[in-house]
Every structure is written in structure tokens, then in C-alpha cells.
């Protein structure tokens, strides 16, 4: 071919590349550090099954999956090719020969029919099914062009070249013999001229490295820079559970001599991100993965991971030079994020639900930022939404978001005869600490869930005892919304509170106190054994300590976000609801983690909606033309916002909304106690013979509503 001509193309596009490359990555070096080497293998893992496996996707939706996945792993093994053609390019009659030099030429084959198939499909995807997450994108289609052009231009050099040199060149021959594909092409030409067969041969050759050179310039321009950057983004995933809130040191908040204009919590502008939100929004696909299920995307709310990343990158790259080269005024004259490039809207219509994370096909990350910036509005700013001052008024005065009297906390459990424990004696003597959480303490909705939960306990003969009005709060939800502050000054109630008093083992019916106790609590120093109530209750029902008769029909499992994405918790209320069905339960289109959320959590249960469809509403209109006749949940949230949803769509008469230890105290097959047949009589016996155990006094009378 030409030496002099490939050696200036490559050079000229490999700088190019590098430049280019070099400019995005410098922004990822410049944000603060963050640690990301712990746990080797697992990443490892990550980059093999989500990377170069691309399971995820797979296992999602398995057409497009495997499309991509041929698409990506077929470019990567091409790169040996691309080395062959190079040295062509010096020597035009280099041939690959040996034993792996044919089974190289048979891949190659292989490997460009089958990308070339995988390419019509994504080209019929994008213009003839056109699904709606996937936006009009120029992009997509010149990449896929190009891709095109260099698997076609590549089989055609083949070709050409074959049938100019086969028969003089045994090098050649033999490679055309290993070759289905371009040795069957080079045969539809072996008449053409020799003259005519290399000037089309060097057309096709030149075609294609020119072709491969602007691909490799414009990989660093648009979204396909994620062919370089996926791998690394993948690597360097955080791997904690998604809604894990940063640390934040706030001994600088309580320090009254620091300098207030040095003070940082959260994140305010693009200085203050981690280097993986760089890298996150540079590596992002525009998929648009995310958007499926996301409750704010599906009801019309101006948020999906997709559009933040897509905002944050433009924002990242307007301020490059700022950003890489600023000293720290000019740092600190940065646009704030909130505002200029992220709606407050957009920041506050997370439910922190965790979906996006959980959909991306390499685990990008939202809920770390968001988690930021929240914090940041709400230590520092104090700009949050008005509904919020009034839950963070009650928590500090009354520790429950709804602000009713602490002291009432217990009222729930009046004339239960729940066993209280106010002693570490008491402690030492049940097997679980019952922790209620405010829902079910102080809403109505609620109390009936924990009471249904304490028949069940008492059923099974399960020692359990509640704190009553001591019962400290998790402060989860104040946590989501960014009040640190708050959250460790309750946080650390509660530890000295279940330290105090020995707590080992917990049993909660809400899934927010469950996530918060088994994942965040430990970093405060709370240590516990924590389990979910729908854990518990299907684990007695298979070692036969309680028994139930299949009662319902039509029930329909809705997944809290809480209890299965942010805690991988399917199968426990499925295992119940087969118990108590008299018909398979029935399944949400959106199911297990695929699941769309209930909209409550993430602080979202108190704010109003004030954009777009209502997410519980939605929820509910997904699962009605089933024509459930219970909706199930294993949340108090979810309870209150399916039922509400229920009501809105006046379907509430037809299709209850039901919490799954509801349902199963309903189907309890009570066991006959001698002498005692009427329930609560038999209740009244286990109630009583628990508490002298444990030697426990009442809860206090309520003035609570209950
Ligand atoms: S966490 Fe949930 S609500 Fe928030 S952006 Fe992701 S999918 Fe949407
Ligand atoms: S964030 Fe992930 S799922 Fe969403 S568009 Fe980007 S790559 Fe796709």
C-alpha cells in the first residue's frame, strides 16, 4: 500500500485522539479524590459480567443485549485485524499463516458476518421500532454507519485482494482458504482484471482506515467515548448499596471558631464532585436504560439519570478550563449545581428508589451526587422544600415525622399486651427486639400492619418485646433529604439506646428502618442482627411454627424499593403470598427489580407533587387492568400509597391494599388452647405468659389517634 500514507493517518488520528481524550480525562483528575481500589476482585468480576459479558443488559432485555454484546465484543477481538491491516499497509502481501493465523482468519469472517447482522438489527431498532427511551440521536446512527463501512470495506479488501493475488502468492491462497466469507466474494471477481482488482482492493483498504481513524477521533467527542471508558467506570463502581449516603464530617459545623467561609458539606459546584461523577457522566451511553421504570421520568417530572448526566457533562466541559487549571478562587466562583445545571425540581423528585442505578448497563451512579447536593442545600444553603422544615421541626422536637407526642409512641400496641422492655435483663431474655419505626407507631394505616405482625409473633410462640415510648427513630427519611446534622445527633440516640439495652436482634415490618439498621448503622456503631418481618414470617411458616390457609385470590405483590432493590429482598413475600393465595399471586408488570416505586421514599412521603402524573396513582394504574383484588405490600409506606392510589382511581372498593403479615394474620390457622377457643382469649394467654418472662410492664395508655 503506502507506508508513508498509514504512517501519517495513524499518527495524525492517534494524536488526535489522545488530545481529545486527554481534555475529558483531565477534568475526571482534577474533581476530589475518592477511594475506589477496595474489594479488587469483585470490581474485576464486575468488569468481566457487566463489561465484557454485558450481562446486565442481557439479562434485561435479551435482543438488544445480545445485539450490543456482539456489536461491542465483536469490535474488540477485531483489533487484532486492525494490526494485520496496519502491517499490510507496509507489506502488502503480509498474510496471516500457521494454525492461529487460521483460526484468526476463520474469527474474522465469523465475527464481521455476525456484527454486520447485529448492526441491521440496532439500524431497525433505531428506525423502524424506535422505543421510546431510546431519543432521536445522530450519533448512534453515524457510528453504526461507520461500523457498517468498515465491516463491508474490510470483506470487499478481502475479496479483491484473494482474487488479485491467490494465484501467485501461496501465502495468500492459504488465507483465502481459511476465509468462508471473503474467500466466497473474492470468487465472484476472480475474473476481473488484475489491474482493476488492486485498484479496488487499495479503494477498500484506504476506505476503511480512514474510516477506522475518524472513528477513533470522534470516540472522545460524543457519547461513544464510553468504548474507552466503560471498562474503568465499571471497574471503579462503588459496589454499597445504591442509596448509601456519603460521609460527611461535621465537626467543622460544630466547631464555633472555624471559618464559616471554609466550611464544605455536600457538594455545591462542579469542584466539589468526586472524580467518579466525572467519569460517570462522560461514560454514559444516552441508552436511556434509566428512564424505564424511573418514577419521575414515567410520570413526567423533569429527572432521569440520563438527563442529569447529560446536563452535567455539558456543564463540565463549559468549565473545563476552570476546572483543571482554576486556582481556588476561581474555583469558588464557579455556577452553583443546583439551579444552573440541575433543577431544584429535578434534585428534590428523587425517590432515591435506586431503579436507574440498578438498570444502567455499567452501574453508573446518581444517588451519591444527589445525596451531595441535597446535603449541601440543607446544611448549608438552608434552601430545601417547605414541606421539609416542618418533618425536621417534628423530628427534633418529637422524633417522628408526623410530630405527634414521643411519649405516645407505644400507643399503637394499647390493650395488646405487647411485652416493653426497659431493661437489659428484659432484653437478655426475648429473641427479638420488635422495632415499630413511626409508621407503624403513630399512622393509622401503620398501627394495623404492626398489630396483625404482633398476632403472627404471638402465634408462632416468638419471644419479642417493643421499647414503647423509648423507641428511639432511625431518622432515615431526614437523612435522604440531606440533614446529616440531624440524622447523627438521632443516630447516635439510638445506638446508645439498643447498646444500652443489649439489643442483638431486630425484627421491623418497614423496610426504610430495616435498610437503615443493617446498612447504615453499623458505621455508627450499631451492630445488629436486623431482619425484615417478611423474612421472619415466611422462615415460621416453613418450619411449620405458624400454619395459614390459602384464603385470597387476585393478589398482587407491589416490590418496596427498599426491601428488594436496596436489599435484594424478592422472594420472602412471594414465599408468603403463595401460602395464603388459593391461585398463583399475580405479578406486576414491573416487578421484583424491575419494580417502579411507590413514590414515598427518599423524603418524597412528605412533599407534595406538583409535577406530572402522581407516582402512586401510576403505580396502581399499572396493576389494575389485571383487576387485582389485593394489592400487596410489605411496607407501611407503600400500604399508605397504594391505598391511596386505590382511592384516587376509585378502584378501593374492589382491590384492597393489603401489607403482606395483614393478609397472613387473616389466613392464620390459629392452634386450640385448652380451654381457650375465642382468639383474643388465646392471645390474652400467650400475651401474658411472654411478658411474666420477660418481665415486662405495660405500654402506658395512648392519647395518640389510633
Ligand atoms: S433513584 Fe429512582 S426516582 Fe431517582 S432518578 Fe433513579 S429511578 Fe428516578
Ligand atoms: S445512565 Fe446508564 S442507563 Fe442511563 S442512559 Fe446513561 S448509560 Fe444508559
Not at 461514560?283 to 432521569?304: N, Q
Not at 455556577?335 to 428523587?350: K, M, N, R
Request: include cysteine; glycine fraction near 8%; charged fraction near 20%.
Amino acid at each position: 500500500m503506502s507506508p508513508i500514507g498509514i504512517t501519517v493517518l495513524l499518527l495524525a488520528s492517534f494524536l488526535a485522539f489522545s488530545y481529545f481524550t486527554a481534555r475529558k480525562l483531565a477534568i475526571v483528575a482534577a474533581l476530589a479524590p475518592e477511594v475506589r481500589w477496595d474489594r479488587p476482585w469483585s470490581r474485576l468480576r464486575s468488569v468481566l459480567g457487566n463489561g465484557l459479558l454485558q450481562q446486565r443488559m442481557v439479562r434485561r432485555e435479551w435482543k438488544p443485549g445480545v445485539m450490543h454484546a456482539v456489536i461491542f465484543l465483536g469490535f474488540m477481538s477485531l483489533l487484532v485485524r486492525k494490526v494485520q491491516l496496519i502491517v499490510i499497509g507496509f507489506d502488502e502481501l503480509y498474510a496471516f499463516t500457521g494454525p492461529l493465523g487460521d483460526f484468526l482468519t476463520l474469527w474474522k469472517d465469523l465475527v464481521e458476518a455476525a456484527v454486520l447482522l447485529a448492526v441491521a438489527y440496532a439500524l431497525y431498532r433505531r428506525l423502524v421500532l424506535k422505543p421510546q427511551r431510546l431519543e432521536p440521536n445522530r450519533e448512534g446512527l453515524l457510528v453504526l454507519s461507520l461500523i457498517s463501512i468498515i465491516m463491508v470495506t474490510d470483506l470487499a479488501f478481502d475479496a479483491f485482494r484473494f482474487a488479485q493475488y491467490s494465484g501467485t502468492v501461496s501465502a495468500i491462497a492459504h488465507e483465502r482458504a481459511h476465509a468462508p466469507l471473503g474467500g466466497w466474494l473474492s470468487s465472484l471477481v476472480d475474473h476481473w482484471p488484475v489491474g482493476t482488482l488492486g485498484t479496488a482492493a487499495a479503494f477498500a483498504y484506504w476506505t476503511q482506515m480512514i474510516t477506522v481513524c475518524v472513528f477513533l477521533v470522534l470516540l472522545p467527542l460524543g457519547e461513544h467515548f464510553h468504548i474507552v471508558t466503560a471498562l474503568p467506570a465499571l471497574f471503579f463502581r462503588r459496589g454499597t448499596p445504591a442509596n448509601e449516603v456519603p460521609a460527611v464530617d461535621l465537626s467543622p459545623l460544630l466547631d464555633d471558631a472555624a471559618d464559616a467561609s471554609e466550611l464544605k458539606v455536600g457538594a455545591r459546584t462542579a469542584a466539589d464532585l468526586v472524580w467518579k461523577d466525572a467519569l460517570d457522566a462522560f461514560t454514559c451511553t444516552e441508552c436511556g436504560r434509566c428512564k424505564d421504570a424511573c418514577p419521575t421520568f414515567v410520570t413526567g417530572k423533569p429527572l432521569s439519570m440520563k438527563w442529569v448526566n447529560d446536563d452535567l457533562k455539558r456543564h463540565l466541559l463549559e468549565q473545563r478550563q476552570t476546572l483543571v487549571e482554576g486556582g481556588a478562587e476561581a474555583l469558588a466562583r464557579l455556577p452553583p449545581l443546583v439551579g444552573d445545571v440541575i433543577g431544584e425540581d429535578t434534585l428534590w423528585s428523587c425517590t432515591t428508589c435506586g431503579y436507574c442505578e440498578a438498570a444502567c448497563p455499567i452501574e453508573l451512579e446518581l444517588l451519591p451526587k444527589f445525596f451531595r447536593l441535597r446535603q449541601h442545600r440543607v446544611m448549608m444553603d438552608g434552601e430545601f422544600p417547605g414541606e421539609l422544615k416542618n418533618v425536621f421541626d417534628a423530628y427534633e422536637v418529637q422524633s417522628n415525622p408526623w410530630g405527634l407526642p414521643a411519649d405516645t409512641r407505644g400507643d399503637w400496641a394499647r390493650g395488646l399486651d405487647v411485652p416493653l422492655i426497659t431493661s437489659a435483663e428484659q432484653m437478655a431474655q426475648v429473641e427479638y427486639l420488635f422495632y415499630v419505626g413511626s409508621a407503624e407507631s403513630f399512622d393509622v394505616r401503620g398501627q394495623r400492619i404492626a398489630r396483625a405482625f404482633v398476632e403472627i409473633l404471638r402465634e408462632a410462640g416468638v419471644s419479642f418485646g417493643i421499647l414503647g415510648a423509648r423507641e428511639p427513630t432511625t431518622g432515615e427519611c431526614v437523612r435522604r433529604v440531606g440533614n446529616e446534622m440531624l440524622f447523627q445527633q438521632l443516630a447516635a440516640t439510638l445506638v446508645e439506646t439498643f447498646n444500652g439495652l443489649g439489643v442483638k436482634r431486630i425484627v421491623t415490618c418497614d423496610p426504610h428502618a430495616y435498610n437503615s439498621l443493617r446498612n447504615e448503622y453499623p458505621a455508627f456503631g450499631g451492630k445488629w442482627d436486623v431482619v425484615h418481618h417478611t423474612q421472619l414470617v415466611a422462615t415460621l411458616l416453613d418450619q411449620g411454627r405458624i400454619a395459614v390457609k390459602p384464603t385470597f385470590e387476585r393478589v398482587m405483590l407491589h416490590d418496596p424499593c427498599y426491601l428488594g432493590r436496596h436489599n435484594g429482598e424478592y422472594d420472602a413475600p412471594r414465599r408468603i403470598l403463595e401460602r395464603v393465595t388459593r391461585d398463583a399471586p399475580l405479578e406486576f408488570p414491573l416487578n421484583r427489580e424491575k419494580a417502579m416505586c411507590c413514590g414515598a421514599g427518599g423524603g418524597r412521603m412528605w412533599m407534595e407533587e406538583h409535577i406530572g402524573r402522581r407516582i402512586n396513582v401510576t403505580r396502581v394504574e399499572q396493576a389494575l387492568p389485571q383487576r387485582p383484588g389485593v394489592i400487596a405490600t410489605a411496607c407501611p409506606y407503600c400500604a399508605v400509597m397504594v391505598g391511596d392510589g386505590l382511592k384516587a382511581k376509585e378502584a378501593h372498593e374492589t382491590t384492597g391494599s393489603q401489607d403482606v403479615a395483614e393478609l397472613v394474620a387473616v389466613a392464620l390457622i390459629r392452634k386450640p388452647v385448652e380451654g381457650l377457643v375465642p382468639t383474643r382469649a388465646h392471645d390474652k394467654v400467650e400475651a401474658s405468659t411472654t411478658r411474666a418472662r420477660a418481665g415486662c410492664p405495660r405500654p402506658r395508655a395512648s392519647t395518640a389517634p389510633t
